[in-house]
Each structure stands twice: as structure tokens, then as C-alpha cells.
């Protein structure tokens, strides 16, 4: 598979989960599954296509499985998630330096007010990989940009 294919695909519809569902949720869901579509537990009464079907689905579960159930990567799918969500809300309003955002002790973040009076707020973790954030009260969305 592609590796844009592996980012734009939504992994946690295929295990029927939430993308806040525990790792633990996650593995039940896979586990429940994997069982169902596994090539093995099929009829072999029923017509080649369904069977086909089925290791279709098998292959599509363990590929979400692959992603969703290691912690990197699941972090970088959550990310690149959000990132792609985030192009999709509209334009970009401005671009904006890490340095130029007013740090929070207290949170351990940083936020930027926005000209509607709600503010652009991003976690110290997510500074790094996030390049895109959006107004917690309105629909505009800023550029994060990172000095040298």
C-alpha cells in the first residue's frame, strides 16, 4: 500500500473504534475481528467472491491493527489525522512562529490570542510535529512555523 494510502485511510472505522478509545478497546476490537475475517474460520460452502471479500477484510484489519496498536505510530496517525483535518477547515489566516506564542506554565502549552477573541492554543508535544492550528471559537487556522 502507498504510503499516502496508510495516512488517508480511517483505520479506526475499520475496527469499528473511536479514535479515543484505549489501546486496550483497540485490541479487543482487533482481536474480535481478526477472528471473524481470518481465512481459516470461513465457510467453504460460500461462493469465491464472498471468501475474497473476507481476505480483504482480514488484510485491511491487521494493516489497522499494524498502525493503531503500536504507540508511534499511532501518535503519527492521530497527527497526520488532525493536520489533514485542519487543511480542511479553510485557508490559512497567518503564519505565526513558535516565539511569537505566549507560554503557559500551568499547561504546559502555548496560545496566541485570535482577532474573534478565542485563541490558538497547541501542547508542548504537539509543537513539534503540529504545523497547523486551529481557533478554538472560530474557523480560522494559523501556520506554525519553527525558527532555524
Not at 506564542?101 to 502555548?110: G, L, P, R, V, Y
Not at 474573534?116 to 504545523?131: L, P, Q
Amino acid at each position: 500500500m502507498a504510503f499516502e494510502q496508510i495516512w488517508k485511510k480511517d483505520w479506526y472505522s475499520i475496527l469499528g473504534a473511536d479514535p479515543s478509545a484505549h489501546m486496550s478497546d483497540l485490541k479487543q476490537k482487533y482481536q474480535k475481528l481478526i477472528l471473524m475475517y481470518h481465512p481459516d474460520k470461513q465457510s467453504t460452502d460460500v461462493p469465491a467472491e464472498t471468501v475474497e471479500e473476507c481476505i480483504q477484510k482480514f488484510i485491511e484489519i491487521d494493516q489497522a491493527w499494524k498502525i493503531l496498536g503500536n504507540e508511534e505510530t499511532k501518535k503519527e496517525y492521530d497527527l497526520q489525522q488532525h493536520a489533514d483535518e485542519l487543511r480542511n477547515m479553510g485557508p490559512v489566516d497567518a503564519q505565526v512562529y513558535l516565539e511569537e506564542m505566549t507560554w503557559n506554565q500551568d499547561d504546559q502549552s502555548f496560545s496566541l490570542s485570535c482577532r474573534c477573541g478565542g485563541k490558538y492554543t497547541i501542547s508542548k508535544d504537539e509543537a513539534e510535529d503540529v504545523n497547523l492550528i486551529a481557533c478554538d471559537t472560530c474557523s480560522l487556522v494559523i501556520e506554525l512555523l519553527h525558527c532555524c
